[in-house]
Every structure is written in C-alpha cells, then in structure tokens.
C-alpha cells in the first residue's frame, strides 16, 4: 500500500466524483499516469478558473468520458505540477494531507502543503 507526505497509509481521496488516474477514488501513482495525479484537492472556483485558464477545464461537464464537472468543494486528484503553479499564481486549492501520496513531496515542500491543508 502507499503512502501519504504524512508517512502514514494513503487514504482515499474521494468518490463523489470519483476521482484518481484509474478512478478508484485515491490519489495513487499508476505508471501509465504522466500528469502524477497524486495531491488530493478540494477545489475552489478561483482554482478552477485558473486550471481552465491553463487549458484545463475541469468544471464543464464531459458525459461522453462520464465526466459530471468540479464544482467548489468536490475533492479532486490533481497533478502535482498544476498544484505548483496554482500555488505560484495564489489559487491552490486546500490538500487533504492523509490523501495526498507521498511522492508528490518530489514537486511540493511538505510546509507549504501542510500551509495549504484542511
């Protein structure tokens, strides 16, 4: 089993959406997944404006991926790098710390995840 950046075991993120690389709910590296889709978010609309600004639209619904859209406050698997910079631009959302896999500490310090943490 994996671990979060707390040391401990690496707790679902969420289910509803259903997030994570292979939609099991957890922030869980797969090696299939370039994007390291790892830190457990609770997204706001500042972030989801600045995620759409990227290219990156995550709160239009997409029905032909089954894909209902992020509104504030869903939790999300997001990719460490789009934290970074959402961090960088002031908008990252809140991280669940217990959700967020271990090996996202190679992008993110843990004191500005844990600044960040719900």
Not at 34 to 59: R, W, Y
Not at 90 to 117: F, K, M, Y
């Amino acid at each position: 089993m994996a671990n979060n950046v707390l040391g401990t075991e690496l707790e679902e993120c969420g289910r509803d959406p259903l997030t994570g690389f292979t939609r099991n709910g957890c922030c869980d590296h797969h090696p299939q997944d370039g994007g390291f889709h790892i830190v457990c978010a609770v997204v706001t609309n500042s972030f989801l404006k600045f995620s759409k600004e990227q290219g990156n639209d995550l709160s239009t619904p997409r029905p032909e991926y089954g894909f209902a859209g992020l509104v504030a406050g869903d939790r999300w698997c997001l990719c460490a790098s789009r934290w970074v910079e959402a961090f960088e631009a002031g908008v990252a959302p809140r991280v669940v710390l217990e959700a967020t896999h271990a090996q996202a500490l190679e992008w993110i310090d843990l004191a500005d995840l844990r600044a960040n943490a719900i």
